[in-house]
């Protein structure tokens, strides 16, 4: 087990089986895991609780993660959250469009855990 227990991690995937599995995989390196299944559940956590660092989907129905990056942008309270973006969906016009809207790093699906792990303890 790791020794991040200082550390929050929001994971917001539509997805149940990518939310279980990078909360599994966090938690078993010591970090704070919360889960969304949508950028309205996600937005509702983060005003519970901010974190250290969001990790976030870009296909989500109602609300995609464009949108949702946009809102937490534009809130001062929320801006500086480091987000880094995984998706299946790497074409050039998303990879341009997430680092204008801020975004840490962008990680294609399927993730290679341990690159991510690397990456998540260099921003946290």
């Known amino acids: 087990m ?10 917001i995937d539509d997805s149940m089986t990518n939310n279980l599995l990078l909360e599994a995989v966090l938690k078993r390196e010591g970090y704070h895991v919360f889960t969304a299944f949508s950028a309205e559940e996600a ?40 987000v880094i973006v995984i998706s299946a969906v790497k074409i050039p016009e998303n990879l341009e469009k997430v680092k204008e809207l801020g975004v840490q790093e962008f990680i294609p699906k399927p993730i290679d855990i341990n690159a991510l792990l690397t990456l998540i303890s260099i921003i946290i």
Do not use: A
């Open 2 to 11: 790791g020794e991040n227990t200082d550390s929050k991690i929001l994971v």
């Open 43 to 82: 937005l509702n956590q983060l005003y519970k609780d901010i974190p250290d660092l969001i990790l976030l989907d870009i296909l989500m129905p109602i609300v995609d993660g464009f949108e949702f990056l946009k809102i937490i942008k534009s809130k001062d309270d929320l801006n500086d959250i480091p």
